[in-house]
């Protein structure tokens, strides 16, 4: 039988919900981001205005000779290194990420798969979006049948 939330934890779960659904959209983004970030650095480049596999692949230059923001080939960055703020910053948000679903999946007391789960869901593409969309439904459920939850949704 799985665990009830806790009644102590039970009117911090809406802002818990909130946070969790947020820092997963944000964070599922960067990782978005920063997929399409490494395809142009390990993958593509352009030969003749033709993307191909070439060994030299791209990289995002910010605030350099070529514009506020270029793409130029991997390794000759002169000003700010786009690929490397946008792997940066994506690090800090799936830490931030992580502490929102540990927040939401202690709270709810589940099992511990569905905390793996939830902390795939910031390294696998897209899986932030899936996971939040199945794992909040029974949070709103839990919430909408739950009358003490309901000051702190407002």
Do not use: C
């Not at 959209?25 to 480049?45: D, N, P, Q, R």
């Not at 830490?95 to 679903?101: E, Q, R, T």
């Not at 029974?138 to 919430?143: A, G, Q, Y």
Request: charged share 10%; net charge positive.
């Amino acid at each position: 039988m799985p665990l009830a939330p806790r009644p102590v934890d039970v009117p911090k779960i809406p802002g818990a919900l909130k946070f969790y659904k947020v820092m997963s959209y944000v964070t599922g983004s960067f990782l978005l981001l920063l997929l399409g970030e490494m395809i142009l650095k390990y993958s593509l480049a352009f030969k003749g205005g033709v993307p191909t596999l070439l060994p030299t692949g791209y990289e995002i230059e910010i605030g350099g000779a070529f514009g506020f923001i270029a793409l130029v080939p991997a390794g000759t960055v002169t000003a700010v290194n786009g690929s490397t703020a946008i792997l940066i910053v994506h690090g800090w948000l799936y830490v931030i990420y992580l502490f929102s679903g540990f927040r939401l999946w202690a709270m709810m007391r589940w099992p511990v798969l569905k905390f793996l789960i939830i902390a795939l869901g910031g390294i696998v593409p897209g899986l932030s979006f899936v996971v939040e969309h199945f794992y909040k439904k029974p949070v709103e459920e839990f919430i909408k049948n739950n009358p003490s939850t309901q000051g702190a949704a407002a």
